[in-house]
């Protein structure tokens, strides 16, 4: 419900036993390593930091997996492939399985043989498309009875020409026929290929000849005398023997298939393993101990204090850090799951600062309510929680997709209770329904029509306007006074809120709608604020004239809350623009549905389509205006935002999700008779 | 009485003309960026694809402030209402604002999208500042629609 607890901390850890601190800390994503440097930090018997086994090979084989699996990929039966990427189906293993795997697979092994594998398959490949080509060139004169080259007394030459100049060029072989002779073979692409038989003085004198006709010889080089077709048989031969060996090889590769499930579960352990050796680099060593730095959350310390005394024994320590000048604390918000959804508004605009409230849970009703005021329909509501309820239970989504599909549940509720009070259902004109029960009925829950009174609606954003801000002033009052900033606190917070108040009490009065018999004493104060609002915002500047200018032009802010204020009246806009472009689609579907035989369906179609066209365009509208009165009208009440995010060592898992067992290993959790260990050490 | 209709259309095309205008500007822009990110990495089509329709709603809030035009004259099935020459130019008037605001805001809110295509493309977790930065140029022609709807609400036939 707030900004998490983080605190600077050493943790000394024996020099053998690191990788297993350095595990658990990683388990519990419990700590965020700041580099440490010697300067920092004075350690007697300072000693040179190795890693201690093969661990800065993981990077190599964790790149292999990744090689394994992207080639078995390819591979895998047709029904696993399909389906959509967001679609996560973890694998869910523990502790044990992976300790089982890394003793029984032997990966290493499988990915060299894969890699084997690819290279025959390649090979093979290249193979084949080289008889492919080969076939390709020569098929064109496969009908030759004799092989093109030179014989005793003549050549036979092979070439094509296009198709109109064959008369031409047959009428003119056929007088030099003593010369030549020319055998037509066949056509293809509009060109005649075909062999010619020359003396063999009278070579040059064909190719002068026959270039005149577009003649494009092809220099077929046989070895030994074979005619094209027996040429063409032991091509298909070798072709046959190539593709048998892919299959095999083929075959073989399908055997590792079986290991594709392994080699997920490897890879997410070697990436975990990767992202711990990287994190060594940031740490300093004695000749006995390691030191490491770091950010942890309050409420992990405990757990790891217990999983420490586990693995370690009493040799270790988790001190206090120092913090640096101006060092900023990282954060982390954490939100009850219910309000949780709501972190995907806060999300867009950054963490707070690890000095400022949370705003999720004080956004949260606003944001709501501004969401519904922007769609204002009931029926696409109900079909908004539908669709976000059923993206929910298909995908499982997870991290910030979940966070959104949930908001956009709690919009639709938002959306149907405010569309109903405000007569919104599909676009449809309540008056005119067929049923005039139902007519009756929805008449009833609507309190206001946006469509023939739109001021009224109008002033409501603006009063939703007003009061979020003066909220957001109050949020800044009691936070700076939280943090004993008392001067800040009533003179840049209250007093701006108090000005706010009573303005909008005068309005009111005015109105004759509240206090009305009290108008001149609200008047009155509010000259005291403005007064007072002159006499302190220049406060910091030096010279009396100074500070009272700046005061005077302080006053100008009330520009800026009055245009806040009226920018809310977004909500008015997008809200009817929902309504009327529903009633649109619906007066087109009106507009086919009399088109003969069929007319019905066009209207279905336009229904369903333009429905869901408005639905979408609208709920993107009304998130991100929502999330932007939030961001821009709402939080610099109270907050800057840009806090450092919290970024700790972490199973960031792509395939597996890690079920931790009662017995496992190293992973237990609640062991009660260890926490009074440690409150005694205490 | 024939002019009164004929400036009242002028306005409802204006509307979805110039609004439209700007939104084609702006979405063109922003496509072109679009596509730039998406010939490097794919997978991100859906996020330069929300970013590319942002400044799409300019053209449909002409639309919208089109129909109502043309609902208020009775052009939209129903009687055919006669309109005096006067209100026909206060509904030609009435539909400037979203028209005006629509072209205008979509092109530069199309340019914003554009940069920001380099949100998604370089820090995709970022991508929802990108939409925001962008709607914040939507906020004139909401603005602008808003005008239009309730004058269009407050002239009576």
Known sequence: ?682 | MELGLALAILGAALAVGLAGMGSALGVGIAGQSASGVVSEDPEKFGKVLLLEALPGTQGIYGFLAAIMVLQKVGLLGGELVQISSSIGWQLLFAALPIALTGLLSGMYQGKVCAAGMGIVAKKPAESGKAIILAAMVETYAVLGLLATILLINGIQI
């Not at chain 1, 509208?621 to 009208?633: P, T």
């Not at chain 1, 970024?647 to 597996?656: D, F, G, L, R, V």
């Open chain 1, 1 to 682: 419900m707030a900004v998490r607890s983080i605190n600077k901390k050493y943790l000394v850890v024996p020099k053998d036993k690191y990788q297993i601190a350095l595990e658990i800390l990683q388990s519990y994503a419990a700590i965020q390593l700041e580099p440490l440097s010697d300067d920092e930090l004075e350690l007697e018997g300072r000693d040179d930091f190795k890693p201690l086994d093969d661990n800065d090979k993981s990077e190599y084989w964790l790149s292999n997996i990744k090689f394994a699996l992207n080639f078995l990929k390819d591979y895998l039966p047709k029904t696993k492939k399909a389906g959509f990427s967001f679609k996560k189906e973890n694998i869910v293993v523990t502790e044990n399985d992976i300790e089982r795997i890394l003793a029984e697979f032997p990966f290493k092994q499988v990915v060299k043989d894969l890699e084997n594998q690819e290279k025959a398959y390649n090979e093979n490949k290249n193979v084949l498309s080289v008889l492919r080509r080969e076939e390709k060139l020569i098929a064109n004169w496969k009908d030759l009875a004799i092989h093109p080259g030179s014989y005793s007394e003549f050549e036979v030459v092979v070439g094509s020409l296009p198709v109109q100049k064959m008369t031409e060029f047959e009428h003119k072989i056929k007088m030099e026929s003593h010369f030549f002779d020319f055998i037509s073979l066949q056509e293809q692409d509009r060109r005649i290929f075909g062999a010619a038989v020359i003396l063999g003085t009278e070579v040059e004198k064909f190719e002068q000849l026959a270039h005149l006709y577009d003649w494009q010889g092809e220099k077929l080089d046989f070895k030994d005398r074979k005619t094209i077709k027996d040429l063409l048989f032991e091509i298909d031969t070798k072709k046959r023997e190539a593709k048998r060996k892919l299959k095999e090889i083929e075959g073989e590769i399908q055997k590792n298939i079986v290991y594709y499930k392994n080699f997920q579960i490897l890879h997410d352990y070697y990436t975990w393993r990767t992202e711990r050796y990287n994190e060594t680099k940031k740490m300093l060593a004695t000749q006995s101990s390691v030191v490491l730095q770091g950010w942890v959350p309050e409420d992990l310390l405990t757990r790891i204090k217990q999983q420490f005394k586990k693995a370690m024994g009493d040799e270790w320590a988790i001190l206090p850090a120092p913090l640096k000048d101006n060092e900023e604390v990282p954060v982390e918000i954490q939100n009850h799951p219910g309000v949780l959804p709501f972190e995907a508004v806060t999300d867009i605009y950054g963490n707070p600062k690890s000095d400022e409230p949370d705003p999720t849970i004080l956004l949260a009703p606003f944001f709501i309510v501004y969401f519904g005021l922007c769609l204002t329909d009931a029926g696409y509501g109900v079909i908004l929680s539908l669709l976000a309820g059923l993206g929910i239970y298909l995908f499982r989504p997870t991290g910030g997709m979940k966070k959104l599909l949930w908001l956009m549940v709690y919009g639709g509720a938002a959306t149907f209770i405010l569309g109903a009070l405000f007569g919104g259902w599909f676009g449809l004109n309540l008056e005119t329904l067929p049923w005039p029960w139902l007519s009756e009925l929805l008449l009833r829950l609507r309190v206001l029509n946006p469509n023939t009174d739109p001021i009224t609606v109008l002033i409501l954003t603006l009063i939703l306007g007003i009061v979020q801000i003066v909220i957001g002033l109050l949020i800044g009052f009691y936070w700076k006074i939280k943090q004993k900033k008392y001067t800040e606190a009533f003179l840049d917070s209250g007093l701006w809120a108090l000005s706010l108040i009573l303005i909008s009490l005068f309005v009111l009065s005015l109105q004759g709608i509240f206090l009305a018999d009290f108008k001149q004493w609200i008047i009155y104060s509010i000259y005291g604020c403005l007064l007072a609002l002159v006499l302190t915002q220049g406060r910091h500047y030096k010279g009396i004239v100074a500070k009272l200018g700046v005061g005077v032009i302080s006053l100008y802010n009330f520009v800026g809350y009055f245009s806040d204020v009226l920018s809310f009246s977004r909500l008015l806009a997008l809200g009817l623009a929902t309504g009327i472009i529903a009633m649109v689609v619906n007066l087109i579907a009106g507009l086919v549905w009399n088109v003969a035989y069929v007319g019905w369906l066009l209207g279905i179609i336009i229904l369903v389509g333009g429905h869901l066209f408005n639905l979408a365009i609208n709920v993107l509208g009304a998130y991100i205006h929502s999330g932007r009165l939030q961001f821009v009208e709402f939080f610099p009440k109270f907050m800057e935002g840009g806090g450092r995010k919290f970024k700790p060592i972490k199973q960031e898992s792509t395939y597996i999700k890690v079920k931790k067992e009662k017995d496992g290993p190293l992973l237990l959790d609640d062991d009660l008779s260890l926490n009074k260990d440690l409150e005694e050490d205490k």
